[in-house]
Protein backbone atom coordinates (compact mmCIF):
# COMPACT_ATOMS: atom_id res chain seq x y z
CA UNK A 1 0.00 0.00 0.00
CA UNK A 2 1.22 3.18 -1.11
CA UNK A 3 2.27 5.87 1.82
CA UNK A 4 3.82 8.81 1.87
CA UNK A 5 5.11 10.84 5.10
CA UNK A 6 5.95 14.38 4.19
CA UNK A 7 8.14 17.16 6.42
CA UNK A 8 9.48 20.15 6.35
CA UNK A 9 7.86 23.14 6.28
CA UNK A 10 8.32 26.74 8.41
CA UNK A 11 8.20 30.43 8.75
CA UNK A 12 11.04 32.32 7.15
CA UNK A 13 11.91 35.70 6.04
CA UNK A 14 11.81 36.47 2.39
CA UNK A 15 15.08 35.40 0.39
CA UNK A 16 15.20 32.62 2.89
CA UNK A 17 14.95 28.99 2.20
CA UNK A 18 13.56 26.17 3.32
CA UNK A 19 13.48 22.37 2.46
CA UNK A 20 10.31 19.45 2.34
CA UNK A 21 10.91 15.99 1.91
CA UNK A 22 8.62 13.21 1.32
CA UNK A 23 9.37 9.68 1.74
CA UNK A 24 7.39 7.08 -0.38
CA UNK A 25 6.82 3.22 0.56
CA UNK A 26 4.86 0.64 -1.06
CA UNK A 27 5.84 1.46 -4.36
CA UNK A 28 4.72 -1.15 -6.67
CA UNK A 29 5.14 0.27 -10.27
CA UNK A 30 7.73 1.25 -12.49
CA UNK A 31 8.15 4.74 -13.78
CA UNK A 32 6.91 6.17 -10.49
CA UNK A 33 6.84 9.71 -10.13
CA UNK A 34 5.99 12.00 -7.00
CA UNK A 35 5.64 15.93 -6.40
CA UNK A 36 4.40 18.71 -4.71
CA UNK A 37 1.23 20.73 -5.32
CA UNK A 38 0.46 23.95 -2.82
CA UNK A 39 -2.61 26.05 -1.78
CA UNK A 40 -2.87 29.34 -1.17
CA UNK A 41 -6.02 30.89 0.76
CA UNK A 42 -7.77 32.59 -1.89
CA UNK A 43 -6.05 30.86 -4.20
CA UNK A 44 -6.91 27.45 -6.54
CA UNK A 45 -4.26 24.57 -5.66
CA UNK A 46 -0.72 24.47 -8.00
CA UNK A 47 1.25 22.12 -9.16
CA UNK A 48 4.48 22.75 -8.18
CA UNK A 49 7.44 20.36 -9.00
CA UNK A 50 7.66 16.68 -10.31
CA UNK A 51 10.30 13.87 -10.50
CA UNK A 52 10.94 10.70 -11.51
CA UNK A 53 12.47 8.01 -9.32
CA UNK A 54 14.26 6.17 -11.64
CA UNK A 55 15.06 8.62 -13.68
CA UNK A 56 16.19 12.11 -11.84
CA UNK A 57 16.74 13.73 -15.00
CA UNK A 58 13.34 13.88 -15.02
CA UNK A 59 11.96 16.56 -13.44
CA UNK A 60 9.38 19.23 -13.75
CA UNK A 61 8.97 22.91 -11.78
CA UNK A 62 6.39 25.32 -12.19
CA UNK A 63 7.17 28.48 -13.87
CA UNK A 64 7.08 30.38 -10.47
CA UNK A 65 9.42 28.52 -9.16
CA UNK A 66 12.00 27.89 -11.44
CA UNK A 67 15.04 29.22 -10.71
CA UNK A 68 14.59 29.12 -7.14
CA UNK A 69 13.34 25.88 -6.22
CA UNK A 70 14.47 22.24 -6.69
CA UNK A 71 13.55 18.83 -6.41
CA UNK A 72 15.35 15.61 -6.01
CA UNK A 73 15.68 12.33 -4.48
CA UNK A 74 17.89 10.46 -2.25
CA UNK A 75 19.47 7.69 -3.23
CA UNK A 76 17.62 4.66 -3.01
CA UNK A 77 15.67 5.61 -0.25
CA UNK A 78 12.52 6.70 -1.87
CA UNK A 79 12.32 10.12 -0.60
CA UNK A 80 11.99 13.42 -2.56
CA UNK A 81 13.25 16.59 -1.60
CA UNK A 82 12.00 20.22 -2.63
CA UNK A 83 14.64 22.77 -2.00
CA UNK A 84 12.95 26.13 -1.59
CA UNK A 85 15.57 29.07 -2.05
CA UNK A 86 15.16 32.88 -2.41
CA UNK A 87 11.71 32.36 -1.10
CA UNK A 88 8.82 35.13 -1.44
CA UNK A 89 6.23 36.11 0.35
CA UNK A 90 3.84 34.28 -2.56
CA UNK A 91 5.35 31.26 -1.90
CA UNK A 92 3.48 31.11 1.67
CA UNK A 93 0.98 28.01 1.81
CA UNK A 94 0.30 24.91 2.64
CA UNK A 95 2.21 22.19 0.38
CA UNK A 96 1.01 18.78 0.00
CA UNK A 97 3.63 16.03 -1.40
CA UNK A 98 1.02 13.57 -4.16
CA UNK A 99 2.08 10.34 -5.76
CA UNK A 100 1.61 8.70 -7.94
CA UNK A 101 2.10 11.39 -10.92
CA UNK A 102 2.12 10.33 -14.51
CA UNK A 103 5.35 9.01 -15.18
CA UNK A 104 5.88 11.86 -18.11
CA UNK A 105 5.44 14.40 -14.91
CA UNK A 106 2.46 15.65 -16.73
CA UNK A 107 0.51 17.05 -13.65
CA UNK A 108 -2.28 18.37 -16.36
CA UNK A 109 -3.47 15.05 -16.13
CA UNK A 110 -2.42 14.16 -12.44
CA UNK A 111 -5.89 13.90 -11.09
CA UNK A 112 -6.36 10.88 -12.62
CA UNK A 113 -3.02 8.85 -11.13
CA UNK A 114 -2.97 10.04 -7.49
CA UNK A 115 -3.91 8.00 -4.97
CA UNK A 116 -2.12 9.77 -1.62
CA UNK A 117 -1.41 13.09 -0.48
CA UNK A 118 1.32 13.78 2.13
CA UNK A 119 0.12 15.12 5.48
CA UNK A 120 0.90 18.43 4.20
CA UNK A 121 3.63 21.12 5.28
CA UNK A 122 3.15 24.67 6.14
CA UNK A 123 5.42 27.47 4.43
CA UNK A 124 5.22 31.04 5.68
CA UNK A 125 6.99 33.47 4.31
CA UNK A 126 6.59 37.01 5.85
CA UNK A 127 8.95 39.52 7.65
Known amino acids: QLQLVESGGGSVQPGGSLRLSCAASGISEDGFAIGWFRHAPGKEREAVSC?????????RLADSVKGRFTISSGDANNTAYLQMDNLKPEDSALYYC???????????????????WGQGALVTVSF
Open 51 to 59: LRFDDASRT
Open 98 to 116: AAPFPPTCNWEVAYRYIEV
